[in-house]
């Protein structure tokens, strides 16, 4: 059974930085799609980073890119998501999924995004881990 856990966040600074990352366990992170994925009060789910580690093609939302990097230590079977020039409107809670059929990583930051809920595209989900960006 594939077993996700998300650590690393808390209450920070517009401008500041996290680092999030989640720790798998019942598989490798080989030829998987694997990406995180945020939750703001009163909003659905959104992609936020993805990739498929089997070409090592990685998406971002746009809001994101420039500042949030997604890396995979295969060693440690972890995945992280630096975050850096932090702004409130980044607040959420981040999940971090992954689902044995690569595809998936594509078609959830397809343009336009799918109607699908996230939660149901990808099969394998962590609790998630609180980020608040607040002076």
């Known amino acids: 059974q594939v077993q996700l856990v998300e650590s690393g966040g808390g209450l920070v600074q517009p401008g500041g930085s996290l680092r999030l990352s989640c720790v798998v366990s019942?598989?490798?992170?080989?030829?998987?799609?694997i990406g995180w994925f945020r939750q703001a009060p009163g909003k659905e789910r959104e992609g936020v980073s993805c990739?498929?580690?089997?070409?090592?093609?990685?998406y971002y939302t746009e809001s994101v890119k420039g500042r949030f990097t997604l890396t995979i230590d295969h060693a440690k079977n972890t995945v992280y998501l630096q975050m850096n020039n932090l702004k409130p409107e980044d607040t959420a809670v981040y999940y971090c999924?992954?689902?044995?059929?690569?595809?998936?990583?594509?078609?959830?930051?397809?343009?336009?995004?799918?109607?699908?809920?996230?939660?149901?595209?990808?099969?394998?989900w962590g609790k998630g881990t609180l980020v608040t960006v607040s002076p």
């Open positions: 019942g598989t490798t992170l080989d030829y998987r799609a």
């Open positions: 999924a992954t689902d044995r059929i690569r595809a998936k990583c594509r078609y959830a930051f397809s343009n336009p995004r799918p109607k699908d809920k996230l939660e149901e595209l990808m099969r394998d």
């Open positions: 990739t498929d580690t089997s070409d090592d093609k990685e």
